[in-house]
């Protein structure tokens, strides 16, 4: 999962997986931009990865309960409920024969939860297998997390 987005680009027409976004804000966050980079290509690189060829792959941004949110949606093989409280956990992979072939080692979804909880953030998964999963990024937005912008600061009044 540290493949850059050319990496991503390349797997997605190599799949013959359409791509799409949908961004419905703007949401604002803060943080260490390379981090959150490195998230979003886990999340990414998993919904073309476990994806079917000729699927699709839809990745959208919202605000939602004063959160920013990142969404990726997949049209794959999907993961059976009860791995789903397990995929944080390091090394974990649902399928050994199945994940060695697609790659992998099983630290992306560990490594990128971790940047989410660095973040006050969460990353949680929904599937139905042989349906999809929607992999849910959510993030403090940038003005409800209590920052204010620097001109309102009372050194600068
Ligand atoms: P890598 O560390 O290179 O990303 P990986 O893909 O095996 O390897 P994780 O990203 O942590 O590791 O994913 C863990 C396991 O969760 C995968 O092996 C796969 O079985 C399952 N998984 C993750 N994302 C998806 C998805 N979008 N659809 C179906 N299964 C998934």
Redesign the pocket.
């Given at each position: 999962?540290?493949h850059g987005a050319r990496r991503i680009r390349a797997l997605a027409v190599q799949r013959a997986i359409r791509v799409e976004e949908e961004h419905h804000d703007q949401p604002y966050v803060i943080g260490d931009p390379l981090l959150l980079e490195q998230a979003i290509l886990?999340?990414l690189?998993?919904?073309l990865?476990?994806?079917r060829q000729g699927g699709s792959v839809l990745i959208r941004t919202l605000e939602r309960d004063g959160r920013a949110i990142l969404e990726?949606c997949?049209t794959?093989?999907?993961?059976p409920p009860e791995?789903l409280p397990h995929?944080?956990e390091?090394?974990?992979?649902?399928?050994?024969a199945?994940?060695r072939e697609?790659?992998?080692?099983?630290?992306?979804?560990?490594?990128?939860r971790s940047i989410a909880r660095l973040h006050r953030g969460q990353l949680t998964?929904t599937?139905v297998p042989d349906q999809?999963?929607v992999?849910t990024l959510s993030l403090p937005l940038a003005r409800s997390a209590g920052f204010e912008t620097l001109q309102h600061r009372p050194a600068l009044r």
């Open positions: 999962a540290h886990v999340l690189d998993n919904a990865k476990y994806n990726v997949d794959g093989i999907g993961i791995h995929l944080g390091r090394f974990y992979r649902v399928d050994k199945r994940s697609a790659g992998g080692t099983g630290l992306g979804l560990s490594i990128a998964l599937s999809g999963t992999a």
